[in-house]
C-alpha cells in the first residue's frame, strides 16, 4: 500500500508504462484485428478515466486489480474474448474498409466493397430472398414435371 500520493503516482506510471510494454506482444499473441495505436489509446483512456482519484486505498486496489490484468496478459493466462473487452470492439476505430485496406492494402478495391458490403447485413438478406425465389422456382419446377 503506498504510503503517499507521490509513491501511488510513481506506481501507477510504472504500471501505465509496463501496459504500454506489454501491448504489441498482446496484439500479436492474442490476433487482435486491433491497431496498437490504438490499443495503447484504449489504455491511456483506462488510466485518464481514474486520474482524478485521491484515495489511496481506491488507488491501491485499482492498481492491485490492473497489475493482475496484465499479468494474465503477458503469461497468456487471458482468452481471446477477454481481450477483445479489454481493448474494445473494431468498430471504435474504424470502419471495415479502412480495417481491410490497413491489413491488406495490396487488396482490390471490389474485394474490400465486396467484403464489408457483406459483413453489414445487407447482403446477407438478400442473399436469403435469392436462396427463397430459387428454391420456391426449382420446386415448382419439379412439381410440373
Known amino acids: 500500500m503506498p504510503k503517499d500520493l507521490n509513491e501511488a503516482r510513481k506506481r501507477v506510471l510504472l504500471l501505465y508504462a509496463n501496459w504500454l510494454r506489454v501491448v504489441p506482444?498482446?496484439?500479436?499473441?492474442?490476433?487482435?484485428?486491433?491497431?496498437?495505436?490504438?490499443?495503447?489509446?484504449?489504455?491511456?483512456?483506462?488510466?485518464?478515466?481514474?486520474?482524478?482519484?485521491?484515495?489511496?486505498?481506491?488507488?491501491?486496489?485499482?492498481?492491485?486489480?490492473?497489475?493482475?490484468?496484465?499479468?494474465?496478459?503477458?503469461?497468456?493466462?487471458?482468452?481471446?474474448?477477454?481481450?477483445?473487452?479489454?481493448?474494445?470492439?473494431?468498430?471504435?476505430?474504424?470502419?471495415?474498409?479502412?480495417?481491410?485496406?490497413?491489413k491488406h492494402p495490396e487488396m482490390p478495391e471490389f474485394v474490400v466493397d465486396f467484403l464489408t458490403q457483406s459483413s453489414s447485413g445487407n447482403a446477407n438478406t438478400n442473399l436469403k430472398k435469392t436462396r427463397q425465389n430459387g428454391s420456391s422456382s426449382t420446386n415448382q419446377t419439379t412439381l410440373a414435371k
Open 25 to 102: 506482444r498482446a496484439v500479436d499473441m492474442y490476433r487482435l484485428d486491433t491497431p496498437i495505436e490504438h490499443a495503447r489509446k484504449k489504455i491511456r483512456s483506462w488510466f485518464e478515466a481514474n486520474r482524478d482519484i485521491t484515495d489511496l486505498k481506491l488507488i491501491h486496489n485499482l492498481t492491485v486489480k490492473s497489475t493482475m490484468d496484465l499479468i494474465e496478459v503477458h503469461n497468456r493466462w487471458s482468452q481471446r474474448p477477454h481481450m477483445l473487452r479489454l481493448f474494445g470492439d473494431l468498430h471504435e476505430y474504424a470502419s471495415g474498409k479502412q480495417l481491410l485496406r490497413n
